[in-house]
């Protein structure tokens, strides 16, 4: 996934996730990496505050890699561990939508993946302050029958919204617990007549 939308401004993306947005500026609108995006952030203390704070999407890469890191895919990785270790630096990524492709080459069709009773979800994250930018990288797990059926091999981890706190807070094993594919049933998929972004 290279491409999700969150259209909703950040007064309404901060009551939904009990957040404090001070002055950003967001209103709605696409991301695609590179890009900056509200992230909701805490202190990983059960009675820890949560803001919205601007970041862009990718973290500085390991020593041998040049481009930014958009995804957390290998958990044990040496790369990853030490911060998803850490609750502090696990954060909630708000969306109302994601993009994947589905067809056979030469022929795909951009499709968006959403959630009927949630207008407004969120993937589990990771947040980095790097010396050239605040980054973060969205976490991705198998994709779930509906996924696979569109041509999808990997999805976001979305979180279930009793499960947000626990992913920001929890100590890492309880925390890894909640990777696993969000249930088909609980989602759509639809076309729509918006810009294609190629990934």
């Known amino acids: 996934m290279h491409l999700y939308r969150l259209d909703a401004p950040a007064a309404e993306i901060a009551s939904r ?6 002055k950003d500026p967001w209103e709605k609108g696409y991301v695609t990496p590179g890009r900056p995006a509200p992230v909701i952030v805490g202190n990983g203390r059960a009675d820890g505050e949560r803001f919205l704070r601007p970041k862009l999407w990718g973290v500085p890469p390991p020593p041998r ?24 630096l696990r954060c909630l990524i708000p969306a109302t939508s994601f993009a994947l492709w589905s067809g056979p080459a030469g022929a795909r069709r951009q499709l968006w993946a959403s959630l009927p009773e949630r207008p407004i979800f969120a993937f589990a994250g990771i947040h980095r302050q790097g010396e050239d ?8 797990v198998e994709a779930n ?24 807070q929890a100590e890492w094993r309880q925390a890894a617990a909640l990777v696993r594919p969000f249930p088909g049933q ?13 990934p």
């Open 17 to 22: 996730f009990g957040a404090w947005a001070g």
């Open 65 to 88: 890699g040049t481009a930014p890191v958009t995804h957390v895919r290998n958990l044990s990785s040496p790369f990853w561990i030490g911060t998803l270790r850490h609750a502090e």
């Open 133 to 140: 930018w605040p980054g973060f990288a969205i976490l991705t």
């Open 145 to 168: 029958r509906l996924m696979r059926h569109h041509g999808a091999l990997t999805m976001p981890l979305i979180l279930r919204a009793e499960d947000e706190q626990r992913w920001m």
């Open 186 to 198: 609980d989602m759509a998929i639809e076309d729509r007549p918006e810009p294609q972004y190629l």
